[in-house]
């Protein structure tokens, strides 16, 4: 039989779980809600969700990743030899599949921005130019597919070299320069006439704001930030090594996520204030505030900040990608390259249909965030609290309060966000 891919380290494993966790929600939704939904309050709630909902789920997805060593549709077989869980597993893999290919299109857009910055072709932009620019990227044909493309390549070229060559060494050496990137930017922001509008923006305790509404979104948030319910950490927990525990990479992701979240808050908004521009989210924010701010800023600044962007696309993309290629590897036997190739041939599909129809683009984001993904964080909830053996789980999460969150805890809180964004 083949070996089972592994990634070669403790730090390769957790960049790469990181690597997943950090991306396109830290930056363009997270310091929006945060200013919004109440400042440290927000902070403060969004912490607490991470700690009694969104980390238990992920310990369980990576449990079941790592007892059973499958990619998710082998895991779910693996679990209920019947059958009953295969559904599940499919589930899991196309939604992680849909969410790869709208993820491709955003990611294009960076790709398609760092190239422009490159250029110095944002020098002296004003708001409405951007504006421009961004409708004329976004509806040009030729322009989304082909900067699409060109994301999803990178991805499947990642994918391609292998677990630990590939998605571990990019993970391991692109976490820590974007850290260092991001820090930079802050630096700079926060040292602009003015930013401390937006350091109050996004710290000034404000209870009142704090709402139900607010309180769901802290928890869809913090969902989508780790990365949960698609298959993405079980995947990658399947490659870790035998010795290593499922608890440490949890926590360890967990903090990098929020700390990166952050910190992209503080890069962002005292920018945005310091300029006197209104604060908004999304690709608005990205692709139209940020570049007319950046770009009073020289010409390097806009580059790094893009680059920073499609890094954190990248090392997410990577993970959804890879789910579908475990299951076809570990499934269908098939090769890596040409299970990638798959892959991407299918993406290209849906990616192209998501780059010219923005109806397509909202169906698929819609889909996977509100219903697939709480449908899979569901289930893994309650595979690990009330499916696997009580002594299994224990020794594996060691703590009982952890056992009794996922058992009771997790599941009720899912529900509740998944009917509160549906209506
Ligand atoms: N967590 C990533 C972000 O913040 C996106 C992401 C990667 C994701 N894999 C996922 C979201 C799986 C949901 C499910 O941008």
């Known amino acids: 039989m083949r070996q089972r891919a592994k990634f070669g380290s403790r730090f390769a494993a ?127 044909p030729v322009e989304s597919v082909s900067c699409m493309l060109v994301f999803l390549g990178m991805t499947a070229l990642i994918v391609v070299a292998g677990v630990d060559k590939g998605i571990g060494r990019f993970s391991k050496i692109s976490m820590p320069v974007l850290l260092v990137m991001m820090l930079l930017i802050a630096f700079v922001s926060l040292s602009l006439p003015g930013a401390g509008k937006g350091v109050e923006y996004l710290l000034k305790p404000d209870w009142s704001r704090l709402d139900g509404p607010a309180i769901a979104s802290a928890l869809g948030q913090s969902f989508f ?116 190739l798959s892959v991407f041939g299918a993406a290209v599909v849906l990616g192209c249909a998501c780059a010219v129809a923005p109806s397509v683009f909202r169906a698929c984001d819609f889909v996977s965030s509100n219903v697939f993904m709480m449908i899979g964080a569901l289930a893994f909830a309650l595979i690990v609290g009330w499916k696997l053996p009580r002594e299994e789980v224990l020794r594996h999460l060691r703590f009982p309060f952890i056992y009794a969150v996922i058992r009771y805890v997790a599941p009720v809180m899912i529900v509740a966000i998944a009917i509160s964004n549906l209506l």
């Not at 549709?73 to 992680?96: D, N």
């Not at 927990?237 to 992701?253: F, I, N, P």
């Not at 580059?303 to 954190?312: R, T």
Request: proline share 4%.
């Open 225 to 340: 930030s780790l990365s949960l319910g698609v298959g993405c950490i079980l995947t990658y927990a399947s490659y870790m090594k035998e010795e290593e525990s499922v608890l440490t990479a949890g926590v360890w992701t967990a903090v990098f996520d929020t700390a990166f979240a952050l910190i992209a808050g503080f890069a962002i908004m005292p920018a945005v204030f310091a300029a006197g521009i209104e604060p908004a989210a999304g690709p608005t924010l990205v692709f139209e505030t940020l570049p007319v701010i950046f770009s009073k800023m020289g010409v390097v600044l806009p580059v790094i900040f893009f680059l920073a962007i499609l890094i954190a696309a990248l090392s997410s993309s990577i993970s959804m990608f890879e789910v579908a290629v475990a299951w076809l590897v570990d499934q269908k036997q098939m090769r890596r390259v040409t299970a990638v």
């Open 14 to 140: 957790i960049m790469a779980m990181a690597g997943s966790a950090v991306g396109l929600g830290n930056i363009w939704r997270f310091p929006y809600m945060v200013g919004e939904h109440g400042g440290a309050a927000f902070i403060i709630v969004y912490v607490l969700c991470c700690l009694t909902v969104s980390l238990p789920i992920f310990f369980s997805e990576s449990l079941i990743g790592k007892t059973t060593r499958k990619d998710t549709y082998g895991a779910m077989e693996q679990i209920a030899p019947g059958g009953k869980l295969k559904p599940v597993g499919f589930m899991a893999i196309l939604a992680a599949f849909v969410i790869v290919c709208f993820y491709s299109v955003v990611g294009g857009w960076s790709f398609n921005y760092l190239i422009r910055s490159l250029a110095g072709s944002f020098n002296g932009l004003d708001m409405a130019s951007a504006r421009e620019v961004f409708a004329s990227v976004g509806s040009s």
